[in-house]
């Protein structure tokens, strides 16, 4: 089973700054089968990204994913008011597993 | 538009039963591999389980396997998980989702599993 770290646990910023967070697999990720979703309090996770860098239909181009074989990066260019929410990796190259949660809350 | 609600969550004794179902409309069903996903209270998303298209793949997280089956009815538009040997690690809220990776979900049930 492919385990998926996230890091940091809990990140603490303010609207307009930068969001760097990241996703490391145990093993490689077959073709970049990386997706990255967001939660909010009380709804069902959104598919951000896909592919490791393909933006799902809907989601801001201030939203971008990279990374390859075994580390993978979300980065969100300037925090929306919107944005500050639990942010999950998952593979789904080899059946699926979950990062456990990156929380993105305001400083 | 894409539509995906499950039903039969409940509250449960461990070692009991529960059926889940998950009623899609707004695309074609039988064209996708659709997915249970979980959340424990207070927890992160943890896959269960998914089924291909035709229903001829199916795998599950070693967590719930021999215990949890899933199915699929194409002519009914419909997604199961019947759940045995329930255990007090199972209470969580149960999401069906659709595609590989999951672009849409329902808004989940809730089960209990406790004495």
């Known amino acids: 089973e492919i385990v998926l770290t996230q890091s940091p646990g809990t990140l603490s910023l303010s609207p307009g700054e930068r969001a760097t967070l990241s996703c490391r697999a145990s093993q490689s990720v077959s073709s970049s089968y990386l997706a990255w979703y967001q939660q909010k309090p009380g709804q069902a996770p959104r598919l951000l990204i896909y592919g490791a860098s393909s933006r799902a239909t809907g989601i801001p181009d201030r939203f971008s994913g990279s990374g390859s074989g075994t580390d993978f990066t979300l980065t969100i260019s300037r925090l929306e008011p919107e944005d500050f929410a639990v942010y999950y990796c998952q593979q789904y190259g080899s059946r699926y597993t979950f990062g456990q949660g990156t929380k993105l809350e305001i400083k | 538009q894409v539509q995906l609600v499950e039903s039969g969550g409940g509250l449960v004794k461990p070692g009991g039963s529960l059926r889940l179902s998950c009623a899609a409309s707004?695309?074609?069903?039988?064209?996708?591999?659709m997915s249970w996903i979980r959340q424990a209270p207070g927890k992160g998303l943890e896959w269960v389980s998914y089924?291909?298209?035709?229903?001829?793949?199916?795998y599950y997280a070693d967590s719930v396997k021999g215990r949890f089956t899933i199915s699929r009815d194409n002519a009914k538009n419909s997604l199961y998980l019947q759940m045995n040997s329930l255990r007090a690690e199972d209470t969580a809220v149960y999401y069906c989702?659709?595609?590989?990776?999951?672009?849409?979900w329902g808004q989940g049930t809730l089960v209990t599993v406790s004495s």
């Open positions: 989702a659709r595609d590989n990776p999951s672009r849409a």
């Open positions: 707004g695309f074609t069903f039988s064209d996708y591999y």
């Open positions: 089924i291909s298209s035709s229903g001829s793949t199916i």
